[in-house]
């Protein structure tokens, strides 16, 4: 067993965990979901009725045409060592998250989108193809001509379609990894809207930071930030976390006044008028990586995030809603981030992004009072023709996700019977879930040869356990690729 935490830490059970290899075949009853890296917030990445198949010892680079720019690599490798792999060749990732330890399964399977969606929409525009496992021991190679349809339903997945083993990526031209930032502060929200929609045409990247704790005249204010890669020839080294949270604190540190304090300390500092500077990657695209387990600073009941996205025609009026909302319930987010939404369609079918405005919110968790926010959270999105972000969640209700992902039968239908998550077994009702299972394992037994002993069935049997991740480990360091400069 082994503490295989998402990222909010709402929880401190352990958890059946076993290496993933691509020669396990699964028996009847048990069921199993790729790990990548828990950077999940919540349970898209828990099967707590089955066991994990950790990915991290799945992480080489297979192949890199340096003159295509095209990179084939193990599904457990982590974004941040692919991006260290391709530093001095002109090449980078054309989607980045805010957190470099990503594995590229978990990249895929959550169809990540990063501060250039208008540009450059979500990661899963850039996988040429993949190779998927499926619990009767095949592997199927999907791409957008050949088994399209599997191709649709794993990007965005959330892991419930099989188990990425390597995929191919098509890597954008840059002349270097470094990016010239811009800040530009913004008074109000209106202010935002006005401001981004000047600046943010022109850069290839754009995020701003949204003081969400301001009241009165400052409501609404914060730092619109953007970038575009520069054309400096020094070559920058991915740099390891220089500091480490080592232990839970008894209570969280991120609310009341730290919280205050650092919100304003953070807009003062960054008020200078359209300043800019050139950036190393780290500090551009990861600046939390800086210190590791930093989820850890809220304390023992973990944190929830929310993340939404509303429709531009409505993101005015709602987004001030959703800031007030919190103001209301009293309760503060640590990092309020805001974002434009473009139109380039994804490939996958369940992906989260769709045109208009995605607001994040960080929450110490505080039991009821915490969820009760939540709720109206979702509840002003939904109204607003929006949705919640299913892989930043941990207690959508059923209704609110099937209400914001209208596709997601189609997904159930494309399941791979013995694969199951926490997050699936919450928002799909049982019964439905149970039936489309049935009637596709009824289609698909045949194919099934008897069960293997494979270090999987030995170890959800309870024979082979070794931990993959220590206690209050932080997941990075035990991550085997982990790279860069120590
Ligand atoms: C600080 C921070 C910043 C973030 N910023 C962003 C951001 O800007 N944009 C964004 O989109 N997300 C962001 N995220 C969320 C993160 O990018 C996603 O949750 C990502 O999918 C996590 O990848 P992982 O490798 O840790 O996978 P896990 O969290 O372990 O798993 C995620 C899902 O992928 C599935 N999975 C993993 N590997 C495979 C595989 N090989 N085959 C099939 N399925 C697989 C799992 O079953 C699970 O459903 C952020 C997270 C953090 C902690």
């Known amino acids: 067993m082994s503490n295989a935490h998402s990222w909010g830490r709402l929880d401190k059970k352990r958890r059946a965990i076993a290496p993933f290899t691509p020669s396990i075949r699964a028996t009847g009853k048990d069921s199993y979901l790729a790990y990548g890296n828990g950077r999940s917030y919540g349970d898209t990445c828990h099967n707590d009725r089955g066991t994990l198949l950790s990915t991290q010892h799945n992480n080489a680079v297979i192949c890199f045409d340096r003159e295509n720019g095209l990179l084939t690599a193990e599904c457990g490798i982590l974004l941040g060592d692919i991006l260290q792999h391709l530093q001095g060749s002109g090449w980078f990732l054309p989607v980045v998250p805010g957190t470099k330890f990503v594995t590229l399964g978990g990249a895929i399977a959550n ?95 754009s995020v701003a930071w949204v003081d969400s704790l301001a009241r009165g005249k400052s409501f609404g ?71 590791a387990g930093w989820n ?72 009821q009072p915490t969820r009760q926010l939540l709720d109206r959270l979702d509840a002003i999105t939904l109204d607003a023709g929006g949705r919640t972000n299913p892989y930043k969640d941990a207690r959508m209700s059923a209704d609110t996700f099937q209400r914001g992902f209208d596709q997601w039968q189609k997904l159930e239908q494309f399941r ?27 289609t698909r037994n045949a194919l099934v040869a008897p069960p293997l002993e494979t270090p999987v069935n030995q170890a959800a049997k309870g024979e082979v356990h070794k931990p993959q991740l220590q206690p209050e480990q932080d997941n990075y360091s035990a991550h085997p690729a982990a790279m860069g400069p120590k």
Request: hydrophobic share 40%; net charge positive; glycine share 8%.
């Open 111 to 205: 169809d990540i989108h990063g501060k250039n969606h208008e540009k450059r929409g979500t990661f899963g525009r850039h996988v040429t193809s993949f190779n998927l496992w499926r619990s009767n021991g095949s592997q199927v190679q999907c791409s957008a001509l050949e088994e399209a349809e599997l191709f649709a339903a794993t990007i965005g997945g959330m892991g419930l379609t099989g188990i990425i083993t390597r995929a191919q990526i098509q890597l954008m031209k840059v002349a270097s990894h470094f990016v010239e930032e811009t800040k530009t502060p913004f008074a109000s929200l209106s202010d935002y809207f006005d401001v981004e929609k000047e600046f943010s045409a022109a850069s290839e990247y």
């Open 221 to 291: 204010r914060g730092i619109l930030m953007r970038g575009d890669h520069t054309f400096q020839s020094a070559q920058p080294d991915y740099r390891k976390p220089r500091l480490t949270v080592p232990l839970t604190p008894p209570i969280s540190l991120v609310s009341g006044l730290p919280l205050r304090l650092f919100n304003l300390a953070y807009f003062h500092r960054n008020k200078r008028q359209n300043s800019s500077v050139s950036t190393h990657p780290d500090s551009f695209f990861f600046p939390l990586d800086v210190l």
């Open 416 to 442: 791979d019977p013995a694969l199951q998550s926490d997050f699936w077994r919450r928002v799909v009702s049982p019964s439905a879930a149970d039936t489309a299972a049935a009637t596709i394992a009824a």
């Open 296 to 367: 850890r600073l809220y304390g023992p009941r973990g944190l929830f995030q929310h993340q939404c996205v509303v429709p531009q025609e409505t993101a005015r009026d709602v987004i001030p809603q959703l800031l007030a909302a919190t103001h209301s319930a009293g309760q503060g987010s640590f990092l309020t981030v805001l974002k434009r939404f473009g139109s380039l369609n994804s490939p996958g079918f369940m992906s989260f992004p769709r045109p208009g405005y995605t607001l994040t919110l960080d929450f110490a968790n505080r039991g």
